[in-house]
């Protein structure tokens, strides 16, 4: 076996590992991964990924790659094929893809989360090099089961393009001075997340965007909150982000766009929802599990930046 950049390969030579890892996240996330796999093998061809590939003769059998993304490098997956998983191979690269992406100057920041990794202590080499992390959940909900809807008097309207400015602003504010601002730079100003929007709505950057479940919640001053949906699959229907300003915090926004979203998916045909949450995240997480969400997967986000500067986490 040995160890090769992930640059001297072309995606022909990864392309049967990429249709295992597509197969395997379809089956553990109920997440259809080809377009995420077809991304990886454009951005192999087109050179806009570092990382490492594990060979066993000819044959790839496990790769970690990472992308940049203004300053910031981003390490996707961390996966091995099923028999060389419990091997410690996928750490082993992960662990050499980290220390590249730290030392290489111009990467200011660092981010990772687990959710696409087979690698079973992965946390372990994040917390050993320095990373600020924080555990989260991948829950799913089955939608066989009845959506109790409860009276409540937001307005609820389904997401249009003129909107994206708008939702913008409700995930910046509703998660200024958060943990989850702390660890993903996406949420840090109202121009990423501007970015983080159009990404997931006109880029199809989480699934395929689902307007028919994604909504707005309005009170008397305007908008309170926003829920972006899709479908990861023919069958599950995802909801990427739910927030509330700080003014409908408390105030049963969230229960209401979740409610919706739920019921639309039902209304689509769709079998399964799911999500992912930080576990400190306790106000959320009660009401998910309330909703009839229940664990799929443990995760965790990961985030380093170089010193002096320093990630200072909410207590």
């Known amino acids: 076996m040995r160890t090769r950049p992930l640059a001297e390969l072309s995606a022909r030579d990864l392309r049967p590992l990429l249709a295992e890892e597509s197969e395997h996240w379809g089956g553990e996330l ?36 990472y992308m940049l993304d203004g300053g910031r490098a981003i390490v996707g997956s961390v996966f091995a094929c099923e028999s060389f998983r419990g091997r410690r191979v996928e750490e082993a690269l992960l662990r050499e893809v980290l220390a590249e992406a730290q030392g290489h100057e ?87 997340c501007r970015g983080f929007v159009e990404t997931l709505v006109l880029r199809a950057g989480c699934g395929r965007f689902d307007q028919d479940a994604s909504f707005i919640a309005e009170g008397p001053e305007g908008p309170v909150g926003v829920l972006l949906a899709s479908h990861l699959s023919r069958t599950n229907g995802h909801v990427c982000q739910v927030s509330v300003s700080p003014a409908g915090q408390g105030r049963g926004v969230g229960a209401a766009l979740m409610t919706a979203a739920l019921t639309a998916f039902r209304r689509q045909g769709l079998e399964t929802s799911s999500l992912s949450v930080t576990l400190d995240n306790h106000r959320a997480y009660r009401l998910y599990q309330r909703l009839g969400f229940r664990l799929r997967k443990r995760f965790a986000a990961h985030a380093w930046v170089r010193p002096p500067a320093r990630i200072d986490l909410p207590a």
């Open 30 to 65: 109920l997440w259809d991964y080809a377009d995420v796999s077809a991304a990886v093998a454009s951005g192999l061809e087109r050179g806009a990924l570092s990382g490492l590939v594990l060979q066993d003769g000819p044959r790839c059998v496990a790769y970690c790659y």
């Open 106 to 192: 111009g990467h200011e920041r660092v981010e990772c989360q687990t959710l696409f990794s087979t690698a079973a202590t992965a946390d372990d080499l994040f917390a050993r090099a320095g990373f600020q992390s924080r555990s989260r959940h991948y829950l799913v909900r089955l939608l066989s089961e009845r959506v109790e809807a409860a009276p409540q008097p937001w307005r609820l309207r389904p997401v249009r393009r003129e909107d994206l400015a708008t939702a913008a602003h409700i995930i910046h504010r509703s998660h200024q001075g958060s943990l989850d601002a702390a660890l993903n730079i996406t949420y840090a100003t109202p121009a990423f």
